[in-house]
C-alpha cells in the first residue's frame, strides 16, 4: 500500500471532524429537548377513520358526511387493474381552496385509504399507488376552505385481490 500524501490526510481529518462535530451538536439537541425525533415520525392521525371497518363508518369518522356530487374532482385510473396490490390513481381537485382528498375504497376491509391535507394556495392533486381487495367503487371526497365536502366515484374492476381478502 503506498503512503498517504498529505492532501488526502487533509481530506480525511476535516471529513471525520465535521462528523464528530454533527453528532455532538445532534447529541447535545436531544439532550436539551430541542429536537424531537418523534415529533417528526409520529404526525397525528384520524386513527377512527382509518381503522373503520365500514364505508359509512369511516367517512363519518373522516368527517366527509354531507358531500355533495362534483364534476370538478378528477379521478384518473385503469377501469381494470390486473393486481390489486398495485392499483395507480390520480386524483386532480379543480374546486378553488381544496383543503384535503380523502380516498375511500368501498369494499375494502379498511375503507380510508388515503387521507391528505394541502396549505392553502396548494395544488389539490396527489398521484398513489392503492390496493385493493376486489373489485370496487373509489370515492373520492374534497373539503373546501368553506367547509363543504364534494365527492366523486370511479369503478374499478380488479382480477386479482391485493388485500388478503
Given at each position: 500500500m503506498p503512503p498517504a500524501r498529505k492532501g488526502d490526510v487533509d481530506r480525511l481529518r476535516r471529513l471525520l471532524l465535521k462528523a464528530a462535530t454533527t453528532g455532538v451538536s445532534a447529541g447535545a439537541l436531544l439532550a436539551a429537548g430541542l429536537l424531537r425525533p418523534t415529533a417528526a415520525l409520529a404526525a397525528d392521525w384520524n386513527r377512527a377513520a382509518f381503522t373503520a371497518t365500514s364505508l359509512s363508518e369511516a367517512i363519518r369518522a373522516a368527517g366527509a358526511g354531507g358531500s355533495s356530487d362534483s364534476g370538478s374532482i378528477v379521478i384518473k385510473t385503469v377501469?381494470?387493474?390486473?393486481?390489486?396490490?398495485?392499483?395507480?390513481?390520480?386524483?386532480?381537485?379543480?374546486?378553488?381552496?381544496?383543503?384535503?382528498?380523502?380516498?375511500?375504497?368501498?369494499?375494502?376491509?379498511?375503507?380510508?385509504?388515503?387521507?391528505?391535507?394541502?396549505?392553502?394556495?396548494?395544488?389539490?392533486?396527489?398521484?398513489?399507488?392503492?390496493?385493493?381487495?376486489?373489485?370496487?367503487?373509489?370515492?373520492?371526497?374534497?373539503?373546501?376552505?368553506?367547509?363543504?365536502n364534494h365527492h366523486a366515484s370511479r369503478e374499478v374492476k380488479v382480477t386479482l385481490g391485493g388485500c388478503g381478502a
Open positions: 377501469e381494470i387493474a390486473e393486481n390489486g396490490a398495485q392499483v395507480p390513481l390520480e386524483v386532480i381537485s379543480n374546486i378553488p381552496d381544496s383543503q384535503s382528498i380523502s380516498i375511500f375504497i368501498e369494499k375494502n376491509p379498511m375503507p380510508l385509504a388515503a387521507s391528505l391535507t394541502f396549505a392553502r394556495g396548494a395544488q389539490a392533486r396527489v398521484r398513489l399507488q392503492l390496493k385493493m381487495a376486489e373489485s370496487s367503487r373509489i370515492r373520492v371526497v374534497v373539503r373546501a376552505a368553506d367547509g363543504k
